[in-house]
């Protein structure tokens, strides 16, 4: 089995050519690519002389920081797993992925340790723990812990390109959380097909804010900059105020956000005068941009690579360049290079050609092994060799994909498919409407019916009635939610998509709950009439 796609040789390859370059600049700290190969191949060595073998998990819970770089490529160099865990969960949430992860240690950074520890007293047997950097595991790595005595150490050999790298758990947008193994060749074919479309130099300085917990923390922009010697400036928060400063300050010419994101920095009182002049690219994830915001951001005369991916591919899948977002706003785009897609009928998994409306499929080399100890799940994740995304698309005739929504969030109301985007981006065109989310519910007449979660805007007033009537302007009369409930907030994941999973059980049925409060009154007559 070949080694010649392992992330381990990385730090050495760029150690050789550009060893006095800075690799990392964590909030001012600088570190070298001599360095970061320095301290990456001592803490592997660490590790295997400890009894650490291939394929044990090392968890974190920590903020962006150089440290856990350099722990992740020690872990590439030793064939460790890096499981790095999200900061933002409950210590119950944080226990569940630690039980289903079943690190050999956890390495947490100072601000963590009360969640840590919360975590931790929750499982059964808990992993060895200690911190993370000089002064912790690379000055001393504890006995890896086996939950079970009759656990056998894993094999200490070469690392494969088949070996398993990270450990990334998905978003749960879609339900509960799983773990997500990406190979050192999964990872390895991510960064080339990314490299051919958002071009990355020695010279480049990338800014990284997305946490390190999700996979574009790594996989979109900081893992190739690595690759081609670039320099990466780490945050471990965003600020908008901040990260403009630091475009300045450091000159940065690259960075990756979702359109949130943008919005803040577009939003900023600063921002029509804050020296962009360095950022000549930015990349977009996790929704599309708003056409004014692009407009913004052109106008600023930043260019935007938009695109679409999902953890287990990788993430990247389907990119939208800049000469063609001004023209396609609202497309995600054409496949990455060295990535197949392909559209299926989401009843009958049947193929189809040409322009098309089905769900999402994906295959490739950067694709991931599976889910961590879940073979059904894993099974039930593919079709045929296809990687079901469980996104509804429609394509068009130039091959251009527009992502509709999450296959599982379509209802069906009198026989009819509801696309809650769809319903979404009308309220959202609403003055007195901030943001909303669509869910279906149980209805006795049509089966389902939706009912809208409003956030309004500061300021203006709006009831049920309001939103229905501006609804029925622009959507067929199945279409516009016979439930509205104003509510100060939408629950979102860490990449800012809505959850809309966490929706569904606060939405009342036809005769009860939300939709008959004051806010949410039900629109049963009005709606029967437009059907």
């Not at 991931?368 to 698309?393: C, H, K, M, Q, S």
């Amino acid at each position: 089995m070949s080694d010649l796609h392992t992330l381990g040789r990385w730090p050495r390859d760029r150690a050789l050519a550009t060893p006095g370059r800075v690799a990392v600049d964590d909030r001012g700290v600088t570190l070298t690519y001599r360095a970061l190969e320095d301290r990456a191949t001592a803490l592997a060595a660490r590790f295997r002389a400890a009894g650490y073998g291939v394929g044990d998990r090392v968890a974190t819970v920590t903020g962006n920081s150089s440290d856990q770089v350099v722990l992740f490529f020690a872990c590439a160099k030793a064939g460790l797993v890096l499981a790095p865990l999200s900061w933002r969960l409950s210590p119950h949430e944080l226990a569940a992925q630690l039980e289903q992860a079943d690190p050999a240690l956890v390495l947490v950074d100072q601000e963590c340790g009360t969640l840590a520890e919360a975590a931790l007293e929750r499982l059964p047997v808990a992993p060895s723990r200690t911190a993370l950097g000089p002064h912790g595991v690379e000055a001393r790595v504890p006995a890896p812990t086996r939950r079970r005595l009759t656990d056998q150490p894993p094999p200490q050999r070469a690392v494969r390109d088949d070996d398993p790298l990270l450990l990334v758990f998905t978003s749960g947008t879609g339900g509960r959380s799983r773990g997500a193994l990406l190979t050192h060749a999964s990872c390895f074919w991510t960064n080339l097909s990314l490299s051919r479309t958002v071009e990355l130099t020695s010279v480049d300085v990338v800014l990284s804010v997305l946490p390190q917990y999700h996979v574009g923390g790594w996989n979109i922009q900081p893992l190739l900059a690595w690759w081609t010697g670039a320099t990466v400036v780490l945050e471990r928060t965003f600020e908008p105020e901040r990260v403009l400063r630091l475009v300045a300050d450091r000159r940065v010419t690259t960075m990756m956000g979702v359109p949130t994101t943008y919005l803040l920095l577009a939003e900023h009182p600063g921002f029509a005068e804050a020296d962009l002049g360095s950022l000549r690219h930015a990349v977009v994830g996790g929704a599309p941009m708003p056409e004014p915001l692009l407009r913004a951001w052109h106008r600023r005369g930043v260019a935007l690579t938009q695109g679409y991916g999902l953890t287990e591919a990788g993430p990247n899948v389907l990119c939208l360049p800049d000469d063609a977002a001004r023209d396609r706003v609202g497309s995600a785009g054409v496949p990455y290079p060295h990535v197949e897609v392909a559209v299926a009928d989401p009843v009958t998994g049947e193929h189809l050609d040409g322009p098309a409306t089905g769900e999402l499929l994906v295959r490739g080399p950067s694709v991931f092994a599976g889910y961590f100890r879940e073979p059904e799940a894993t099974a039930a994740t593919f079709a045929r060799g296809w990687l079901r995304t469980g996104d509804l698309v429609e394509r068009d005739a130039d091959g251009y994909y527009r992502v509709v929504d999450r296959l599982k969030d379509v209802f069906i109301s009198g026989g009819e498919n509801v696309t809650p985007a769809e319903v979404e981006a009308v309220l959202r065109r609403h003055p007195a409407v901030a943001d909303a989310a669509v869910v279906g519910v149980p209805d006795e007449r049509w089966g389902e019916v939706g009912h809208a979660f409003v956030v309004p805007r500061g300021g203006r007033l709006t009831d049920a009635e309001d939103l229905a009537e501006f609804c029925r302007r622009e959507l067929a009369g199945y279409k516009v939610p016979r439930h509205f409930e104003l509510v100060p907030d939408l629950p979102r994941s860490s990449l800012d998509k809505v959850v809309r999973s966490a929706l569904a059980p606060r939405a009342g049925g036809p005769d009860s709950g939300p939709g008959t409060d004051q806010h949410a009154r039900p629109l049963d007559a009005r709606l029967k009439e437009t059907r």
